[in-house]
Structures are given as structure tokens and as C-alpha cells.
């Protein structure tokens, strides 16, 4: 089974909306984290976002949000007020409790915001 | 700053040669892994190393092997490069710890002809 599943291969929108990127995962240790990277054109993987499983509250970032529901097993990306340079691929990761914390990625989404 | 260094951005190759991608980095990470990506497939862990000359595999390990002689260092080996090997090698490390975000390298795209 998949760790991380992003269903959204492709997503537009408008500058200055808000858009959600979905992010599900499957695991059964208690301890794990969620981590979403953003891939521009140029191929660096920037970290956005973290949020722990043990966290009670939403993680925020300046314009990013991660809305996590535990029950659901989701970790979607908010980004709030889209603007040019936020086209890029997104990527959903899951970090799993144990030695080496193994890393788990999904697939991606890509992102075009459309001026 | 943390910096994971990879020693070419681009790299073309001939099928059946032996291929060394290096990674290094500078913040006495634990943890380093290599992925490849390709369109479509996200991000695919080869392998991953906890510590000086340990190592595990990841998803994908087959026609490669690594090495870590020195914490700061990760090298991926393809042993007889193919064609199907042509990819993205992303480099990252870590710090030992659930919550401890990854630190990538800027790739080398590999071309195998």
C-alpha cells in the first residue's frame, strides 16, 4: 500500500485565491511526521511545512497551512493568496518513528497559478 | 546554513559503465538517503544510510549500491549503467529524529545512451 497519496496529478489557480493540494498516508506508528516540499522549474526541494503527530494544532507557515485530520489520515496544503511564484511541484512526505527515520513521498502535484 | 553538495548537475554516461554520483554534506547529519525521480513516480528512495558505514535499502535498490565511509559523505554507485537508469538523483540528509525535515541537493540529472 501507498504511504503517501496525492490524487492531484495537476492544479490551477487563480493569483491571489487560495488553493488546497490533498496529501493522505497510511501508517500505524503513533510517532510520525508530515512534511510538504515545493520543487520549482530550477529542481531544488524547498521545505515548507511540518507538522507532528502529536501536534494539537494546525501547522502555519506565512501562507501555508496544514490542515491535519488525524481520523482521516490527511495532511492537506493550504496556501493562502497564490502568487506567480508559487507555480511548482508539490510534494507530501511522511517521516515514520524508528532508526533512520525512513522518508515516504508522494507523487506530487503539480501547481500552475494563472495571473 | 545546512549545504548538501552534489558533485555534477549533469552527467551523460555510456550503457555499461561504472557511475559515481557524491553527496556531501556539512551539518554532521546522521541520515543520508538517494532518490531517483521521474515524472509521474514523485521521489523513489534507493537507499539510505543511518550512520558511518551502515546502510539500508529503500525501494528501488536493484542496479545500484552506495557507500559511506565518512559521515559527511553518501556515495551512489550504478555498477554497469543502462539506459533505464536515465533519471533525476536527488541527495539528502537529516538529522536522527522524527521531526527533522530533509536537506536536498540541487540533483544531477544522469543520461545513460
Known amino acids: 500500500a501507498q504511504k503517501i497519496t496525492q490524487t492531484q496529478p495537476g492544479m490551477f489557480v487563480q493569483e491571489k485565491e487560495a488553493v488546497t493540494l490533498d496529501c493522505t498516508y497510511d501508517?500505524?506508528?503513533?510517532?510520525?511526521?508530515l512534511f510538504w516540499y515545493k520543487q520549482p522549474s530550477s529542481g531544488e526541494m524547498i521545505f515548507l511545512i511540518y507538522?507532528?503527530?502529536?501536534?494539537?494544532q494546525n501547522a502555519t507557515e506565512g501562507r501555508y497551512s496544514l490542515n491535519f485530520q488525524k481520523a482521516r489520515k490527511s495532511a492537506n496544503l493550504v496556501i493562502s493568496a497564490s502568487q506567480l511564484g508559487d507555480s511548482a511541484m508539490y510534494f507530501c512526505?511522511?517521516?515514520?518513528?524508528?532508526?533512520?527515520?525512513?522518508?515516504?513521498f508522494g507523487t506530487g502535484t503539480s501547481l500552475t497559478v494563472i495571473p | 546554513d545546512v549545504k548538501v553538495t552534489q558533485s555534477s548537475r549533469y552527467l551523460v554516461k555510456r550503457t555499461g559503465e561504472k557511475v559515481f554520483l557524491e553527496c556531501v554534506q556539512d551539518?554532521?547529519?546522521?541520515?543520508m538517503f538517494w532518490y531517483r525521480q521521474d515524472p509521474g513516480l514523485g521521489l523513489r528512495l534507493i537507499y539510505f544510510?543511518?550512520?558511518?558505514?551502515?546502510?539500508e535499502k529503500g525501494d528501488i535498490p536493484e542496479g545500484y549500491s552506495v557507500s559511506r565511509e565518512k559521515k559527511e559523505r553518501f556515495s551512489l554507485i550504478l555498477e554497469s549503467a543502462s539506459t533505464n537508469q536515465t533519471s533525476m538523483y536527488l541527495c539528502?540528509?537529516?538529522?536522527?529524529?522524527?521531526?527533522?525535515?530533509?536537506?536536498f541537493g540541487p540533483g544531477t540529472r544522469l543520461t545513460v545512451t
Open positions: 539528502a540528509s537529516s538529522q536522527d529524529a522524527t521531526s527533522y525535515e530533509q536537506y
Open positions: 501508517t500505524s506508528d503513533p510517532s510520525y511526521g
Open positions: 507538522q507532528g503527530s502529536y501536534d494539537q
Open positions: 512526505a511522511m517521516r515514520e518513528g524508528g532508526t533512520g527515520n525512513q522518508f515516504y
Open positions: 551539518m554532521d547529519h546522521e541520515n
Open positions: 544510510s543511518y550512520d558511518v558505514k551502515m546502510k
